[in-house]
Nanobody
């Protein structure tokens, strides 16, 4: 049974940091590319960052580049998203998604690249 479970969200002040985790189970995680997406009220789903199955390649949206960093630890079946210098406009539900993909995809921030999605974790940035 393929599962993705996000954790690490919460309420932080502007300028603060969070580390989100996407824990996978039920499949051979090493073969799967993973993307992070966010959805805020009144806004379209935004592909934030993605990482290849090996972890060798990543792509990050310009809107968060320099502040957010994606990484993975295949030994722990987990992908992380480090959120630094958080702004109120970063407030959203953050969701991870995965799909089997042995090679790097330059379009890995598209939501149609993924067949499985987690439940999301809420990030709220407010004073």
């Amino acid at each position: 049974q393929l599962q993705l479970v996000e954790s690490g969200g919460g309420l932080v002040q502007p300028g603060g940091s969070l580390r989100l985790s996407c824990a996978a189970s039920g499949f051979t995680f090493d073969y799967y590319a993973v993307g992070w997406f966010r959805q805020a009220p009144g806004k379209e789903r935004e592909g934030i960052s993605c990482i290849s199955s090996s972890g060798d390649s990543t792509d990050t949206a310009d809107s968060v580049k320099g502040r957010f960093t994606i990484s993975r630890d295949n030994g722990k079946n987990t992908v992380y998203l480090q959120l630094n210098s958080l702004k109120p406009e970063d407030t959203a539900v953050y969701v991870c998604a995965a799909d089997r993909r042995p090679l790097w995809s330059r379009t890995c921030r598209r939501d149609d690249e993924y067949g499985y999605w987690g439940q999301g974790t809420q990030v709220t940035v407010s004073s």
